[in-house]
């Protein structure tokens, strides 16, 4: 295999964002043409990446890895390697990403084109790319957590792309430091990980940290009663839950939608929040080294349960189209973490596929109609656009029905039946699967209530609504077609995709429709999706809607509290932000007050102890010698003053001592 | 004879002394030096003239000497004086007091 | 070349003396003769990088000659992996703040640049303690007046400050280093360093100072860690940092954290480390406790910091209390454990030249920034100049990312590996500096978030983008932070044989 053309895949981007970062404003055609183009060759060489995936065979079952480890540097007598990886899990992630993001750029040309930044747009576009395909095809948790990083540093740029509104650079801000705490946790996995296994390379013949021998020590390994390899494992889901927006770090995910809509699509929906989940799966061998329920895949379970229920909640009480969409995304990712956890990488990663295309869609579909009715994202605002738009209603329908999962025709039905049914047939607790399912009828309910507003009744809002150009609409219409497409390797007949990442060959069977339990569960769920979208029409579907929500009327307390997203973000900030802040203040105060303040005293200390001996020597010791040089002063003055400068006195004064003199010679002579 | 001679050289000698004591003005000073020289000069003559020995010449050599003295006295004394002219426009001795103590 | 050393150490001086002789008033004649002798003591220094052989490793170029023969004083000069990572930093920095003084370059301010450049050089080179005591020391006069070069009465309270508080520590050191005279009878540091690792050092301690034999060997420790601590420095003898490095001009403020701060880790790595492995392991958890509290604490404040210069003056200290964590779990560990301790070694001094790098190249961002705001720098002063400013944004946000430990630029590499080898080893004090580095992040976001985005204020509206020479100045440093982040190798080989050899 040659692994200079995957190398390729996550590089070209990242050049051709590295050259647009060189142009100039102006030149908007070259820097859209470059990053494109670097985009186009990557998705054909990630898709060439899948079909080796798939083809390849070393004549064994299980699963096949093919990678490719090289230096990176030496320390002391240690090498440490990255790697590149090729096998179902990053081939099948890789061509997701590739495409998905290929087709937000070219819509994004047609997004973005009056903005003044464009050229700059696309070199974030190109940094994420390449980064996220570095995430996607590493085989070292380093090299993961590398891109994982510059991930999220693309996503911060992204965010804050309007960097002069004040809500965009703190959501930016937000974005990066929610996520870097769960990336603490992912860091410290990873030392300790490096720790144990020795490596952070995926595979390595059998050296590896994911194969049998480094695991096999991690589960023997007991930390403070717990197996070394859970403690790993949780560590790391909590860079997985800040990436993918799990509770309690979800809260950067809503307010990310402060991003121009397309990269919402693209990282905040299709790619980047999935990573998470990837994350999980790619190390999933760490999480069950001691079985498939351990305790590291029921917090993984319970945590996806947990925030699959509490975002669709809170998204029934949003009206801004753009974060309704986006606690769907939260609740979604909730979903995949779920099956997860109960034990089902293939589930999750089968629903984050599916849902890469339908959210795209949707965000996209969302983009378009924001673009339509100028830039108002309330969907109060909105209504009767169906007339207006068209295409944009059309498929926007067709990606709200599958993440509705509306029955046999679409993806989203398959992968959340199959999550459903792993949910139910766990034998750890059936709570997650009631949950699970309270938050099927939930997404079924608030998507119907999303469309009422937005494309039926009649048009409330001032502006002129129109229909999206072809460069919009066109990547709409292919996501359409792949959500409705990405049915057919989900469907438990031909379970083509869970057993391909299983590495086993896909067979064809009607069996798995009649799997105990499977008839059951669709039929359940087929029943909830119908009760939520009639339940949501009745509401919403059959009167014009005002500016009150019918809900809000019936039950205000509780609507309030959803509208306001529950106070998570009035408790972090009463707790954590304020306790951080209260925390530098006072190390700022013990700098200033008490370090400083000791300085001060030693400083004043030798002040006095020098003015005391000044004292001393002044008054004391330099006492009597002064006295005396005084005096002798003083009478030199007086003896100076025979000096009057006059020559004749000088001379009157010599005349006189000589007469004296001889008179006093001439009297001793006598 | 001798005693003549003294006596005139005394009281030239105080003459001279009570010149420079007395007068203000320096170009008089330095003549009242002069006379006390010239009185000095006298007596060295005087003594040699009648001396034991008058062969000798001695006191004659004094005498020019004293003489080649006092004329190089007397230059530096005027130049000083005319600097001193030149610096406080007055020869008098009494405002020449800048080297007081 | 069998002087290159002391080659080296004179020419800046020549260079001084060059300096000095020429006309005050010719600004550009001035920064030729500065710029000219920097360069050549860089591609001196980049020479002997090149030549010093790396497999063999160990102490090179050594020149030997006797001093004062009667007190065994030797002037005694080699270069080891760590020696030349700080001499071309030394080198790096010297001509990138001589740019960064811009217009404002004084006659003053080049021959004191270039004086601290010949200390710094003699510093990093010397093997003999009263060699290395006295280019220490002779640091302090330059960098005084440096300091106090802006001529403000607080800019002359600050370099009091630093003078002084320095000025005590050095004497702590030396009555240290005076005790071991007494007992070696030797000032020769690698001889010392022998003595230490047969474990012989603590005895003749004992041994000459019979009345206090049981504390002599921790007291003198206590004096030299202060000693070097002050200069590094470590919390709480940190005081004198924010002030001096918020009052002195940012050319020098690069100085002093890009240079004159790792005075104080190289004193740690060459002096202390060396002579008193035994105490050090010893007496582990309050010196890891030591390094956890410097970076935490360090961190918060600089988070209720309102002024730049603060804040990056605070953020330099957190960084550097990376380095004494790694060091410090190096001499924590076990002998055997050889990953992990030449992991954090190799981390330490990689993160000694990343953060001289990043921190000089942030304080010459915001002296740009002071250039043009009339001195004005706090956080609050500004706002959304991004919009007027792009290229400036851009390269400053590369340098902050640099400094947050973003990966693909250089800060990560060194805390990675301090992080990998001293969390294998001491794991709870590793896990609660990572706390620093989430404090870091949220506080230079901020500055991007207050600086750069936002509205743009009415009176920034003319606020000038990077002029082509302030482009130039500080792209050299940007590049190499990519270079460095990318392929560390480059300069992990240069020191790594030499790491082996300081931790067996």
């Not at chain 3, 006069?141 to 106090?148: E, G, K, Q, S, Y």
Request: some cysteine; glycine content about 10%.
């Amino acid at each position: 295999m040659d692994f200079l053309l995957i190398a390729l895949i996550p590089l070209l981007p990242l050049v051709a964002a590295g050259l647009t970062a060189l142009l100039k404003r102006e030149q908007k055609a070259l820097s859209a043409t470059l990053v494109i183009g670097a985009q186009t060759v990557a998705c054909v060489l990630s898709l060439w990446a899948l079909l080796l995936a798939m083809c390849a065979d070393n004549g064994e079952p299980g699963l096949i890895h093919e990678f490719v480890n090289f230096p990176w540097l030496t320390f002391g007598h240690e090498t440490l390697k990255l790697g590149l990886l090729v096998d179902p899990l990053s081939g099948v992630m890789g061509a997701m990403v590739a495409f998905v993001a290929l087709l937000i750029f070219i819509y994004s040309h047609g997004y973005m084109k009056e903005d003044r930044n464009y050229t700059r747009f696309y070199t974030f576009l190109g940094l994420f790319s390449g980064a996220m395909l570095g995430v996607v095809y590493s085989n070292s948790l380093l090299l993961t957590f590398v891109c994982w990083e510059l991930v999220g540093l693309a996503s911060y740029l992204l965010i804050g792309f309007w960097f002069f509104k004040p809500s965009a650079a703190a959501a930016a801000k937000k974005a990066f430091l929610t996520t870097r705490v769960g990336d603490m946790g992912l860091m410290i996995g990873m030392f300790w990980l490096y720790k144990a296994a020795g490596t952070l390379l995926f595979y390595d013949n059998g050296a590896g940290c994911l194969e049998q021998a480094a695991l096999a020590t991690m589960a023997k390994t007991l930390v403070g009663g717990l197996a070394l390899s859970n403690i790993i494992a949780l560590l790391i889901f909590c860079g997985a839950a800040g990436k993918s927006g799990q509770f309690p770090l979800h809260v950067w995910l809503p307010d990310a939608m402060e991003g121009p809509t397309p990269v919402s699509a693209l990282i905040h929906a299709a790619t980047m929040v999935a990573a998470g989940v990837y994350l999980v799966a790619r190390v999933f061998p760490i999480f069950a080294a001691t079985g498939t329920h351990s305790i590291s895949l029921i917090v993984v379970a319970s945590v996806g349960a947990f925030t699959a229920l509490f975002a669709a909640l809170i998204a029934v009480a949003q009206n801004d189209i753009k974060r309704i969409l986006a606690y769907s995304t939260v609740s979604q990712l909730g979903f995949m973490m779920l099956a997860a956890g109960v034990g089902h990488p293939g589930v999750a990663m089968l629903h984050l596929i599916a849902h890469a295309f339908f959210k795209a869609l949707l965000f996209m579909g969302a983009g378009s109609v924001i673009h339509g009715v100028h830039d108002e994202q309330d969907i109060r605002e909105m209504g009767g656009l169906r007339r207006f738009m068209p295409v944009t209603f059309v498929t926007y329908s067709i990606g709200m029905l599958a993440l509705a999962g509306f029955p046999v025709l679409f993806s989203g039905f398959w992968s959340k039946d199959a999550i459903l049914h792993a949910a139910h047939l766990w034998p750890v607790s059936q709570l997650p699967f009631y949950m699970a399912t309270a938050a099927a009828f939930l997404t079924a309910f608030y998507m119907t209530r999303q469309m009422a507003y937005v494309f039926f009744g009649q048009y409330r809002g001032h502006a002129h609504p129109h229909e999206s150009p072809a460069v919009m609409t066109l990547p709409l219409v292919i996501l359409a077609a792949a959500a409705i497409l990405m049915s057919l390797p989900a469907t438990p007949a031909w379970p083509a995709f869970e057993e391909f990442l299983k590495g086993e060959a896909a067979h064809f069977s009607l069996e798995g429709l009649t799997e105990p339990g499977f008839l059951q569960i669709a039929l359940t769920s087929t029943a909830i999706v119908f009760l939520g979208i009639g339940l949501g029409w009745l509401i919403y579907g059959r009167k014009p809607l005002g500016a009150v929500d019918p809900i809000q009327t019936a039950a205000a307390p509780a609507f309030r509290a959803l509208a306001n997203r529950l106070y998570i973000d009035e408790i972090y900030d009463a707790t954590v932000i304020r306790a951080l802040h209260g925390f530098g203040s006072l190390a700022a105060w013990i700098d200033r007050q008490i370090l400083a303040g000791i300085v001060s005293a030693v400083a004043a200390l030798s002040f006095f102890v020098s003015a005391v001996s000044n004292g001393i020597d002044r008054f004391v010791i330099n006492f009597g010698f002064d006295n005396s040089c005084n005096a002798l002063r003083e009478y030199g003055g007086a003896a100076a003053s025979c000096e009057g400068g006059r020559v004749q006195g000088y001379l009157r004064l010599i005349a006189l001592g000589t007469v004296i003199l001889l008179a006093v010679i001439g009297w001793l002579l006598v | 004879m001798l005693q003549i001679l003294l006596a005139i050289s005394a009281v030239l000698f105080c003459f001279g002394l009570l010149a420079t004591l007395t007068r203000r003005n320096a170009i008089l000073v330095l003549i009242g030096i002069e006379l006390m020289l010239g009185a000095g000069n006298l007596n060295f003559i005087a003594f040699w003239k009648f001396s034991a020995n008058p062969e000798a010449l001695t006191g004659v050599m004094f005498a020019i000497f004293s003489i080649a003295i006092a004329a190089a006295e007397a230059a530096v004394g005027l130049a000083i004086v005319i600097q001193v002219h030149r610096r406080l426009h007055s020869v008098d001795v009494n405002q020449a007091t800048q080297l007081k103590g | 070349m069998s002087n290159s050393l002391t080659l080296l150490t004179f020419i800046p001086l020549i260079g001084a003396i060059w300096a000095a002789l020429l006309p005050s008033k010719s600004t550009g004649q001035l920064r030729f003769a500065g710029l000219f002798t920097t360069l050549v003591a860089l591609a001196l220094t980049l020479s002997l990088a090149f030549q010093y052989d790396r497999a063999a490793g160990g102490l090179q170029f050594a020149e030997r000659y006797e001093w004062i023969p009667s007190l065994h004083i030797e002037y005694y000069l080699a270069a080891d992996g760590l020696s030349l990572v700080l001499l071309v930093l030394t080198a790096l920095v010297t001509p990138f703040s001589l740019l960064a003084f811009g217009k404002g370059l004084s006659k003053l301010a080049v021959v004191l640049v270039l004086l601290l450049e010949t200390t710094l050089f003699g510093t990093f080179t010397a093997l003999n303690f009263v060699h290395w005591f006295f280019f220490y020391e002779l640091s302090l006069v330059p960098a005084f007046f440096l300091i106090r070069l802006g001529g403000t009465p607080k800019a002359t309270a600050a370099a009091t400050q630093f003078f002084i508080y320095t000025l005590f520590a050095g004497f702590a050191m030396l009555l240290g280093f005076l005790a071991i005279y007494q007992a070696t009878h030797t000032f020769d540091l690698t001889e010392l360093a022998a003595l230490a690792r047969q474990e012989k050092l603590g005895h003749a301690l004992s041994a000459a100072f019979p009345a206090f034999s049981g504390w002599i060997s921790g007291a003198v420790f206590l004096g030299i860690l202060v000693g070097l601590g002050v200069k590094v420095p470590v919390v709480p003898l940190h005081t004198w940092l924010p002030n001096a490095y918020t009052e002195a001009p940012a050319p020098v403020s690069m100085l002093l954290t890009g240079l004159l701060s790792k005075m104080g880790v190289y004193g740690f790595l060459r002096l202390l480390y060396p002579l008193f492995p035994g105490l050090m392991f010893h007496w582990q958890v309050p010196l890891l406790a030591l390094a956890v509290v410097t970076i935490v604490f360090s961190a918060l404040a600089a988070l209720a910091q309102r002024d730049l210069k603060r804040i990056v003056a605070y953020s330099s200290v957190n960084h550097l209390g990376y380095c004494l964590l790694g060091l410090f779990a190096v001499a924590a560990a076990t002998h055997a454990d050889t990953v992990n301790r030449a992991a954090a070694m190799n981390g330490v001094i990689l993160q000694i030249f990343n953060h001289g790098l990043t921190a000089s190249a942030l304080f010459c961002f915001i002296g740009f920034i002071e250039k043009r705001s009339g001195g004005l720098r706090g956080l609050n002063d500004f706002g959304g100049l991004r919009e007027v400013a792009p290229v400036f944004a851009g390269l400053m946000g590369i340098a902050i990312f640099s400094s947050l430990g973003l990966p693909g630029l250089n800060g990560f590499v060194g805390e990675f590996l301090i992080f990998k080898g001293s969390f294998a080893i001491a794991p709870g004090a590793t896990a609660l500096a990572a706390i620093g580095l989430f404090v870091t992040a949220v506080f230079l976001l901020t500055l991007i978030q207050r600086v750069f985005a936002g509205p743009l204020a009415e009176r920034w509206k003319a606020f000038p983008d990077l002029s082509t020479g302030e482009r130039l100045t500080v792209i050299p440093a940007i590049a190499l932070m990519f270079v460095l982040g990318i392929y560390p190798q480059l300069l992990i080989g240069l020191f790594n044989p030499t790491v082996l050899k300081l931790i067996f």
